[in-house]
Every structure is written in C-alpha cells, then in structure tokens.
C-alpha cells in the first residue's frame, strides 16, 4: 500500500497493492500500523455506503462539534472527490484538492477532521463507502457552497447538464460566511 501526500497538508491518497488473477482480485484496504505512521487514526466508529446516480454532487459537508476525519473509497463506477481546508488557522484555508476514486483504479481518500468533503458521480451510478472517526450529527453539520467562486472546486460536470443536488447543498453557505473551524 503506498500513501500519497496531495496539495493540502493531512489529506492522502491511499493506493493500495491489488493482487489479481483471473479468478478476480485481492487488496488490503485497511493497515493500522501503515496508517498510523501517515497521520491517519485507527478509532472509526461508523461505516457509511451511499449509492447515487450520474451527475450527483454531494457536498461540501463537515461537523463543526464531533467532527469526522473520513477514509473514503467506491467500490462500483467512479466520483471526482474534493476535499476543502475549512481551518481558519491554516495557511492552505479555502484551498481544495481533488481525486478521481473508482473501481477500478480502487483508491482510497483520507479527509481528515477540519476539512469540507464532497463528490460528483461521472459513472452512470457509484457506490461511494467511507469510515468516520465521530458519529453523524446533524445539528453541527454545515455546507459550503459547491461551486463557491472564493473556493473555485474546478468540478468535472459532465458538458450540457447541471448537477443534481440535495435542497441541503443548493442551499450551502458561502466561504465567506459559513462557520468554520479556528
């Protein structure tokens, strides 16, 4: 398993050894120890699996209070996932980075705590599955507007279509205006 650094210091692409034959294929998603040397806890308390359709965008969500840290990954199609420093303290903050996560090239994507994370389905439908360090609540989740001009997530939207959003996101707020972490 290989660990990659990206653009945003604590975010890491995780490509794993994939062994396969023509009987299929075996990879290890999940190393403690290897992850630990790399800044990525061990203590996950909820495993999550969405499946959504072509041209949707989910996101950008973080947890001001119980905050997650996320290793995320699809198992079926393919997403652009985006990640958004929302730590006011940091020097990278409001900068995004971004990966394409699929089947078949089965890479994994750490969002650490203090980070927006969302994603744009470009197959004609995605199983999306990730791993929380916290318990989803609601009442502390907040939304950054997707396509916010101060953030400037270049999304891969497919040409002649919109994507489709929940009310939640259509109605996210602002880097100017959202809260965000210290």
């Known amino acids: 398993m290989q660990i990659v650094d990206t653009a945003l210091t604590d975010v890491k692409i995780i490509e794993p050894k994939v062994f396969g ?11 403690q120890e290897l ?11 909820q495993d999550n699996h969405s499946r959504s359709g072509q041209g949707v965008l989910r996101g950008m969500h973080y947890q001001l209070k119980n905050t997650q840290g996320k290793l995320v990954r699809v198992t079926h199609g393919e997403v652009y996932d ?28 750490w969002v650490p705590p203090g980070f927006a994370h969302g994603f744009y389905v470009m197959s004609e439908s995605a199983d999306f599955q990730y791993k929380c360090t916290d318990y989803y609540a609601p ?13 400037g997530i270049e999304w891969p939207i497919i040409e ?5 959003l929940s009310a939640k996101d259509v109605a996210g707020e602002s880097l100017q205006t959202i809260d965000a972490f210290n």
């Open 21 to 31: 034959d023509d009987r299929g294929f075996f990879l290890e998603s999940y190393n």
């Open 35 to 45: 992850f630990a040397k790399n800044g990525i806890p061990s203590a996950f308390v």
């Open 82 to 109: 985006v990640a958004v420093d929302m730590r006011k303290s940091s020097p990278q903050f409001g900068q995004w980075t971004g990966v394409v996560l699929s089947e078949a090239n089965k890479r994994m994507f």
């Open 160 to 164: 002649g279509t919109e994507p489709k």
């Open 139 to 151: 009442e502390h989740e907040r939304s950054l507007l997707w396509n916010d001009a101060d953030v």
